[in-house]
């Protein structure tokens, strides 16, 4: 599917992404649920995919309310540069090693859902004009919140999907 370059673009394939996931995770047969993917993947399992998806939504965020008030956030996240972020996926992972899957789900579709409202306040002009917020550098809102929601969906997806199947 093309990049979207509309809000109604933006949100239709986030949602269609989300569902697809969502989809796809309700679809396994429940003792695949908390399958070890195979070595060498950082996530070890859905339940960590599932967080890993939620923590992004909480820093994109925090990225939009530090940037939306002027100030430049520090991105990815404090301590982290974009070269380290293997390192800051392992912290995210750790975190919440000690969650149940249907806990990580709770608070995905919340941050979902959050997301999806934060999109709906915006305009086309302010979603994908480059370079129209000073945080957002060179790029536009729009950028942003397809890596932190439809693409990061669609790689979730195909991430579970490989490793159900390389676990098989």
Known sequence: MPRPKTKSALLSLSQKNYKRLMDH??????????????KGYLNRNIRDVIAHL??????????YQVGMAGIMPTMPSEG???KTLPDLNRKIQEKYTNISLNEARALLDSSFQTLQNRIEKHSDADLFEKKKYIWTGS????????SATSSHYD????LIKKCMKEAA
């Open 25 to 38: 995770i309700d679809s396994l047969p429940e003792n695949q649920y908390r399958n070890e993917f195979p």
């Open 54 to 63: 939620h923590h992004w939504h909480l820093m994109f965020l925090e990225w």
């Open 80 to 82: 982290y540069t974009w």
């Open 139 to 146: 790029t536009s809102l729009a950028a942003y919140l397809i």
């Open 155 to 158: 790689w979730a997806y195909k």
